[in-house]
């Protein structure tokens, strides 16, 4: 079995992770990374509140009998949704580990630190991961250039990333962005990581909550065919590209305000391509991951055969190079 120290501190088999998904990261995917012995987080402000977020953790525990975590991402917002009722209602209900992400989780680490709750802090570079392990947190999950949603701002891939943040953090540390497979798993070893967060590759899955047409795109698409939004706004997004996605780009490069897209980015737009299979009918999250994507499998066989994989480069390929043999 491939045992990391990300698997002993977070109380998972194998060093596997789907992270926060807005729109996805519900009972049914989530229950399914659990049972696959990886770790699952529920995304929390996908429920419209607080005990909503209730109901979903106690129907995922319906679903498995394995540890499981709840996302909580801290953004920027005209009306920020109640944040501290949703960490309450984490608290409140047991959950063993939380994902922040985000703005700086500082307001919300000492109270999930009193209550035993574990804090796998995401961030887009070393700076931040340096800091998230002065604030105490216990695992920091690290996201190059290449990852979906918001990659940061400063265009760091993950060859150069994880390994620059490994010789700075001494907590257990997640490779995220551009993972799909057991070369990934391998890859993101040898740079330093203790395992992998994967978010694309579980939207292609059976259990994945989202129309087919969603999962087919991902199957189908390249590496090159995702877009950066907002960039003009230093708060850039990685999505799927479509006719809405080079609309957005092209009224900002062209000096247009956030207003002028404001309609076109709305996440009621993004919940209806998930919802009904229209893939124009807004933007939706997708990372450089998909051209690695070739199939659509149950997550049970995903996480086995990543597993299984890794395990066969490291003791046939690279065990091979070491030896001599061919």
Known sequence: MMTTRFCTEFGVDYPIVQGGM????????????ANAGALGFLTALTQPTPEELTREIARCRELTDRPFGVNLTILP?????????????IISSGVSVVETAGFNPAEHVPAFRAAGVKVLHKCTSVRHAVKAQELGVDGVSIDGFECAGHPGEDDIPGLVLIPAAAERVGIPMIASGGFADS??????????????????????????????????????????????????????????????S??????????????????????????????TGDLERGVWSAGLAQGLIHDIPRVGELVRRIVAGAEDIVHDRLGALLTGES
Request: net charge negative; charged share 30%.
């Open 246 to 275: 080079r609309k957005v780009v092209e009224v900002l490069d062209e000096g247009g305000a956030f207003e002028d897209v404001r309609e076109l980015v709305a996440g009621s737009r993004g919940r209806e391509v998930f919802e």
């Open 77 to 89: 917002t005209i009306d920020p949704p109640p944040y501290a009722e949703y960490r309450d209602a």
């Open 183 to 244: 070369r990934g798993l391998v890859a993101a070893l040898a740079l330093g990581a203790d395992g992998i967060n994967m978010g694309t590759r579980f939207l292609a899955t059976v259990e994945a909550p989202v129309h087919q047409a969603v999962k087919e795109r991902l199957v189908e698409a390249s590496e090159r065919e995702t877009d950066l939004i907002f960039r003009p706004l230093r708060n850039t997004a990685r999505v799927a590209r479509n006719s809405v």
């Open 22 to 33: 807005q729109g996805v990261g519900r009972a049914e995917l989530v229950s399914a990374v």
